[in-house]
């Protein structure tokens, strides 16, 4: 499939090409993910799921260890490190980039240093000394919109505009991060589906994705198993995988450089799908 944003995006030593989309697969180290017990187990566990998505087809992995969740707490600075970084070492040599889900500079350089080439900030470099971690390395990042934080966001989201105030923080902060020393190419941006936004506000932001490409840089979308999924389709969030493709594609549909995603096959047949409709050398029939 031909995306229409011919865009490259720097992560380190990877040149993602996203003249086609990527696929992003989830890899959350968090208790309630890999819940056996021991916390080796619990790395071994992430790091061979990490090696199933890539054979699954994953374009990268997008590595997390504090849960965003409406209503999840905030978990320590110590405890995502030792959550996060054994995973990230042991996923070290693989042929596909890893993202850091992290908005804690201290996590950003760690993982940075263990091995990782890009940061999935849901706060978009606002964290004092955020913008420095990511601006003293070579990586990508990709700056998220949300109203609140996972705690409170969904207790009462409003908006004069969604489209427009979401729209007006991302180029906002597109530049103050270029003015901190990050080129371009090493910037993606998310309307943040689900992060303090009721599901008109999704809905309107899925609608007009589109308008996001006007930034000039790639457009990142996370919709996997999210509750306006459930909303929508009545199921609850362990039936919500065709939801979940349906929305992947119709937000590359619309635009999206980048899908983040947990059910990496399914997505990226439904994507193989897609692109032998779109691409412009169709199979002939001799
Ligand atoms: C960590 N995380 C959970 N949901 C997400 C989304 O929609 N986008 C990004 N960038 N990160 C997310």
Redesign the pocket.
Same mark, same amino acid.
């Given at each position: 499939m031909t995306n229409d944003c011919l865009m490259l995006l720097h992560c380190g030593k990877f040149h993602l090409d996203l003249s086609r989309p990527k696929v992003m697969g989830i890899v959350n180290v968090t208790p309630d993910s890999f819940s056996d017990g021991g916390r080796h187990l619990s790395h071994a566990a992430a790091i061979a799921h990490a090696h199933r998505l890539i054979v699954e087809g994953a374009d990268m992995l /997008?590595i +997390?260890g504090e849960s965003?969740r409406p209503g999840a707490a905030a978990v320590g600075e110590q405890e995502e490190l030792e959550r996060v970084l054994p995973v990230i070492e042991g996923l070290r040599d693989i042929a596909v980039p890893i993202s850091i /889900?992290t908005w804690k500079p201290a996590v950003m350089r760690a993982a940075l240093a263990a091995g990782a080439s890009m940061v999935?900030d849901?706060n978009a470099l606002q964290a004092p000394d955020a913008l420095e971690a990511v601006a003293e390395s070579d990586a990508a990042v990709?700056l998220?919109h949300k109203q609140g934080n996972p705690e409170n966001m969904q207790l009462a989201p409003r908006y004069a505009d969604v489209m427009d105030e979401v729209m007006s923080f991302l180029r906002l902060r597109v530049q103050a991060v270029q003015a901190a020393g990050i080129a371009r190419e090493r910037i993606a941006i /998310?309307p943040?589906? +689900?992060f303090g936004k009721t599901l008109e506000h999704n809905l309107a932001l899925l609608k007009n994705l589109r308008d996001f490409a006007a930034l000039g840089v790639p457009v990142?979308a +996370?919709l996997s198993r999210k509750s306006m999924l459930g909303a929508i389709t009545g199921q609850d969030v362990d039936h919500r995988q065709t939801a979940s493709v349906a929305a992947a594609l119709i937000a590359v549909q619309r635009g999206a450089a980048i899908v983040?995603v947990h059910d990496v096959r399914e997505t990226v047949d439904a994507l193989k799908v897609w692109d032998a409709v779109n691409s412009e050398n169709h199979i002939s029939h001799g």
């Open positions: /997008d +997390g965003t /889900d999935n849901i990709c998220m /998310d943040g589906f +689900g990142l +996370g983040r």
